[in-house]
């Protein structure tokens, strides 16, 4: 069992940057691939960001490519997601989630995922 909190998440204006962090219980961090994913209400759930169980590879949708980096420390059992050039229609609620993983892969879809965060909001405006 692996409990994740979320943290990090504010009001920004546009154009500025915020670090969520998403702190892991459990012995066994580094065996699991991380991954974020945002909500709005009434859409569904979106894929953010994913690393893999050494940080050795990390994948992004386009529409936060070159803006967000993922990280994790597996020393602290914390993964990170520094998110730059911020946008009104980054907008949402913020959700971490872990899957236990045999090897070094990332995941993007919501349902391979076993573990998830309660979220933290983050809200973009001037």
């Known amino acids: 069992q692996v409990q994740l909190a979320e943290s990090g998440g504010g009001l920004v204006q546009p154009g500025g940057s915020l670090r969520l962090s998403c702190a892991a219980s459990g012995r066994t961090f580094s065996t699991y691939t991380m991954g974020w994913f945002r909500q709005v209400p009434g859409k569904e759930r979106e894929f953010v960001a994913s690393i893999s169980r050494n940080g050795g590879i990390t994948y992004y949708p386009d529409s936060v490519k070159g803006r967000f980096t993922i990280s994790r420390d597996n020393g602290k059992n914390t993964v990170y997601l520094q998110m730059n050039s911020l946008k009104p229609e980054d907008t949402a609620v913020y959700f971490c989630?872990?899957?236990?993983?045999?090897?070094?892969?990332?995941?993007?879809?919501?349902?391979?995922?076993?573990?998830w965060g309660q979220g933290t909001q983050v809200t973009v405006s001037s």
């Open positions: 989630a872990a899957r236990w993983v045999a090897g070094a892969t990332i995941l993007i879809n919501q349902d391979d995922y076993a573990y």
